[in-house]
């Protein structure tokens, strides 16, 4: 299985860094970590270079509406930047839940002190808050009782801590992984003034068309409508 280190020192090699029986030096590899997690870290905003969206499970509790959501959080795990969806289990019963936005949740007037099961869901990502990097969920209802709550998220791909942990991504990440990285690097080592070669550019480019092709999905149709249902937006999954 790959590292990166492998990853590193392969993509030293694509963009001409280093030759190809040669080492890179100690400072080089940990310079090149830190641009791998940095292209890491800029891939996962965009959706379609993400391998999957993650479902997870927490408890909530009765009478509490707010939870923390983020590393060392009430719910301790990565932060995700959206929850696409979300159900709360009941025994052997799930009820779907409807996401809404910030906006919507701040409409429900009685927010603060209606208490039933949870059939809507917001959260706030709380993007200026470095400090900590949690966002907030807020349920409505206020849970009546203990619930389990299941959300499908949109996460950042993990960054690598180390140079030698085995990289648990799909193989077709590896290309991509390479020739970007190698892209990156590129004018670090050569300069602003010369030019990227073609070959270089090209696999860059097909490997990362390859990712989006693999982890793309059908978009659905999503309209406001009025209905006398709810608030809540029209779903074309659903019909309502």
């Given at each position: 299985?790959?590292?990166?280190?492998?990853?590193?020192?392969?993509?030293?090699?694509?963009?001409?860094?280093?030759?190809?029986?040669?080492?890179?030096?100690?400072?080089?590899?940990?310079?090149?970590?830190?641009?791998?997690?940095a292209m890491l870290g800029s891939w996962s905003a965009q959706?379609?270079?993400?391998?999957?969206?993650?479902?997870?499970?927490?408890?909530?509790?009765?009478?509490?509406?707010?939870?923390?959501?983020?590393?060392?959080?009430?719910?301790?795990?990565?932060?995700?930047?959206?929850?696409?969806?979300?159900?709360?289990?009941?025994?052997?019963?799930?009820?779907?839940?409807?996401?809404?936005?910030?906006?919507?949740?701040?409409?429900?007037?009685?927010?603060?002190?209606?208490?039933?099961?949870?059939?809507?869901?917001?959260?706030?990502?709380?993007?200026?808050?470095?400090?900590?990097?949690?966002?907030?969920?807020?349920?409505?209802?206020?849970?009546?009782?203990?619930?389990?709550?299941?959300?499908?998220?949109?996460?950042?791909?993990?960054?690598?801590?180390?140079?030698?942990?085995?990289?648990?991504?799909?193989?077709?990440?590896?290309?991509?992984?390479?020739?970007?990285?190698?892209?990156?690097?590129?004018?670090?080592?050569?300069?602003?003034?010369?030019?990227?070669?073609?070959?270089?550019?090209?696999?860059?480019?097909?490997?990362?068309?390859?990712?989006?092709?693999?982890?793309?999905?059908?978009?659905?149709?999503?309209?406001?409508?009025?209905?006398?249902?709810?608030?809540?937006?029209?779903?074309?999954?659903?019909?309502?």
């Amino acid at each position: 299985m790959s590292t990166p280190n492998d990853i590193i020192i392969e993509a030293m090699r694509q963009c001409g860094a280093v030759a190809i029986d040669e080492a890179p030096s100690a400072s080089e590899i940990n310079s090149g970590l830190f641009s791998l997690n940095a292209m890491l870290g800029s891939w996962s905003a965009q959706s379609t270079l993400v391998r999957g969206n993650i479902f997870e499970t927490f408890p909530i509790t009765s009478n509490i509406y707010t939870y923390t959501i983020g590393v060392g959080a009430t719910f301790n795990t990565s932060k995700p930047f959206e929850i696409l969806s979300a159900n709360v289990q009941d025994g052997d019963v799930n009820y779907q839940m409807d996401v809404i936005d910030m906006q919507t949740y701040y409409g429900l007037m009685d927010r603060e002190f209606s208490v039933d099961r949870p059939c809507y869901l917001a959260y706030d990502p709380t993007p200026a808050q470095q400090v900590n990097n949690r966002g907030t969920i807020y349920l409505y209802y206020i849970p009546d009782k203990a619930y389990t709550l299941t959300i499908e998220s949109h996460k950042p791909l993990t960054s690598f801590s180390t140079l030698y942990e085995d990289i648990t991504l799909e193989p077709h990440y590896m290309r991509a992984l390479v020739f970007n990285l190698a892209l990156e690097l590129f004018y670090k080592y050569h300069g602003i003034e010369t030019q990227v070669p073609a070959l270089l550019m090209k696999n860059a480019e097909d490997s990362l068309s390859v990712l989006r092709q693999n982890n793309s999905s059908k978009h659905l149709c999503r309209v406001d409508i009025v209905s006398s249902r709810s608030t809540r937006q029209y779903d074309y999954r659903i019909g309502y």
